[in-house]
């Protein structure tokens, strides 16, 4: 067997883990954003498990995924069967077993196993899956996600370890980082709602009514970025919906293909299969939701939300994760969203992005969340490009137009609007310790990032109309930042114990 290289972060995941069993944490959560390497943290411990004999299952959401993993134990050189009786890998002597969910609910007995792990676990809990864990409650089990916001998994999981933030992990140049770009917008007002996301038929209209919008939004960023179209997957609001926006990108030259629940997996596989060649003639492949989970192509360059979502921040995460992985070909990942969800996500976003998960089953996912104002849709964005600004900046990243100032208080007919307002603080003080971040992080080679992240510890909001000036901290400012770095220190030893 080739030998598993683990970068420091995986590593200390796995040991994390071990230590939870040890601890009688019989079902455990891996938490490590999309792109970071899950499937090879869990790869690494596959391969120790069979190395002691242990008996190993691998489930995942769809057969798809299973097909995909297959090939990483392939890869890993690592023995195992596929539990698919039609399969042509169906080796039920092996002692590693890789199925899909749909399988395991169909099977009338399921093969003794020491450890379940249970691939992007936040889609995966059945009721075949709950009764499983619950009648073997000795069983080791780990769930792998980036969004462990099911409120299921708090009720069967007693523990769960995080990679790594994943302004951590592009800090690190293991992700790319990304430009937003707000597009022309489906319109959700009025829209029925069904469990607290809008109807599906009626939003599916909506987004139908916009279809060449999107394409000439598409034609436009992916030129002024790229110089013409580059690798993309796109997000509908349905099949329907894909339909329309397949025949409007052929329309203007570009070889889209959608991929649906209506197709057989052989055609899913075929398309995604040349999909991945450096050389393919596909630019855009598009569907609702089958990307959204477990697609691990790296030279996806470009990202289309073209399905609003009120109430489900883990699939916003999902897409948007599907173009974080690095790869030589790309410096960043561009988001145009149609969908309206970066700004109706992005207090949640920034959170998750900078600070990661504190535990399982946070509420993320149970409340729809509010409309921004268009306001405050016009205050986040480029007046130039469309391009969503740092709030730490009034220069666009992108194309460098730099806007006018504005005020955080902003008039409305009737009434007064204050644009995030912070926890205490004048501007002029508000002012000072961004300034005084930026010059501490300067000295310690720190990012960007890091100053965003001790703003917000400070006055629990990300700074906005402040100028990039840095000047030396006070005493009373060094005094926090080191309590800052005690806490941090203190929490890793916890997390480590």
């Not at 601890?23 to 411990?45: C, F, I």
Request: aromatic share 8%.
């Amino acid at each position: 067997m080739s030998d598993l290289v683990l970068r420091d972060y995986q590593a200390a995941a796995i040991e994390a883990l071990r230590q939870g069993f040890r601890d009688e944490h019989y079902r455990q959560v891996l938490v490590s954003a999309t792109g970071s390497g899950k499937s090879r943290t869990m790869e690494a411990m596959i391969r120790a498990a069979l190395d002691k004999g242990s008996r190993v299952m691998f489930m995942c959401e769809r057969r798809v995924l299973v097909e995909q993993f297959s090939q990483h134990l392939d890869n890993a050189r690592i023995p195992h069967g596929v539990l698919m009786a039609k399969h042509w890998r169906y080796r039920p002597y092996e002692k590693v077993q890789v199925v899909s969910a749909q399988t395991l609910e169909r099977m009338k007995e399921v093969p003794e196993t020491d450890i379940l792990f249970i691939d992007e676990v936040h889609a995966c809990m059945r009721e075949s899956v709950i009764k499983l864990i619950d009648a073997r409650p000795k069983m080791r089990v780990v769930g792998a996600t980036a969004t462990p916001f099911n409120p299921v998994l708090g009720k069967y999981f007693t523990n769960h370890t995080n990679a790594r933030t994943m302004s951590q992990l592009v800090e690190e140049k293991h992700l790319v980082p990304f430009r937003v770009f707000v597009a022309t917008e489906i319109d959700t007002e009025g829209l029925k709602t069904v469990a607290g996301e809008w109807k599906k038929d009626d939003l599916e209209k909506r987004g139908q009514q916009i279809v060449g919008d999107v394409v000439a939004d598409y034609v436009r960023i992916t030129h002024e970025l790229y110089g013409g179209p580059v690798k993309t997957i796109c997000f509908s609001c349905g099949i329907a919906h894909g339909a329309d926006l397949v025949t409007q990108f052929q329309a203007v030259g570009i070889n889209a293909v959608q991929i649906s629940s209506n197709d057989d997996d052989e055609y899913k596989a075929e398309v995604l299969r040349d999909f991945a060649k450096a050389d393919t003639e596909i630019k855009v492949v598009i569907s609702v939701a089958i990307l959204s989970r477990g697609f691990d192509q790296a030279d996806v360059q470009h990202v289309i939300l073209a399905r609003p979502l009120k109430k489900s921040f883990s699939e916003h995460v999902q897409m948007v994760g599907r173009g974080a992985r690095i790869h030589h070909s790309k410096a960043f990942c561009s988001v145009q969203d149609n969908s309206g969800n970066w700004l109706r996500f992005l207090e949640d976003w920034n959170q998750l992005f900078f600070e990661g998960v504190d535990k399982l089953a946070n509420g993320k996912d149970e409340k729809p969340r509010k409309e921004p104002s268009k306001e405050q849709k016009e205050a986040a964005k480029c007046g130039k490009c469309g391009c969503v600004m740092p709030p730490s900046t009034d220069t666009c990243p992108s194309c460098g137009h730099v806007r006018a100032k504005r005020s955080e208080v902003v008039a409305v007919p009737g009434e007064m609007k204050e644009l995030d307002a912070g926890n205490g603080g004048s501007r002029a003080e508000k002012q000072a310790w961004w300034s005084a971040f930026q010059y501490m992080a300067n000295a310690r080679g720190k990012s960007p990032s890091w100053c965003l992240a001790m703003y917000k510890q400070k006055f629990n909001v990300w700074p906005k109309g402040l100028s990039d000036t840095p000047a030396p901290p006070t005493m009373e400012m060094t005094k926090w930042e080191h309590s800052r770095r005690i806490a941090w220190a203190k929490s890793k030893k916890r997390n480590a114990a």
